[in-house]
């Protein structure tokens, strides 16, 4: 059940990621406040794996696993270029800020951190996935992909294999 919950929530988080990452796709408003909703749903993704968090940090610099260290040091780097990118995006904001009646000037320093950030973070996400595709794949098998399989009257992805010619009958 843990596991079904974090696969939505991870899913939930990828595809806001998405959508946020290129304000081209959205627009800048869509894009601002579609980011300061994917800032809740890390907020929820730290706290399901908080425990996680303080056992590595406690463990860090003792025995613990080749993979959880690296695990650990991108997401920590991950989280940096996170609260960069959402730092920066709002001392930059056109859309979020004024509807709260800020107005900033708009220096190009935090514009280009903000652009070198979210590159920086587009570059960690596919590292943490790369990290965690084995989870990712297995949960999927099992969340999505069983439950479909589960509906289908022959309980199979693949359709019934159909004669290609009449001697095959």
Known sequence: MVNKRNFWVDALIFIAFLLAFEPALTGIAIHEWLSLAFWGTIVLHLFLHWQWVLQVTLRFFRKLFHSSRLNYLVDVALF????????????????????????????RTWRFLHSW???????????????????????????????????????????????????ER
């Open 117 to 167: 950030s979210a590159d920086l973070m587009l570059f960690l996400v596919g590292l943490h996935f790369a990290l965690h595709w084995k989870w990712i794949w297995n949960t999927f098998k099992r969340v999505v992909a069983q439950p479909i399989q589960a509906w289908l009257p022959s309980g199979r992805l693949q359709p019934e294999r159909v004669p290609t010619n009449y001697i």
């Open 80 to 107: 940096i270029a996170f609260v960069m990118v959402m730092l920066s995006g709002i001392l930059i904001s056109r859309s979020v800020l004024p509807v709260l009646g800020i107005t900033l000037s708009h220096d």
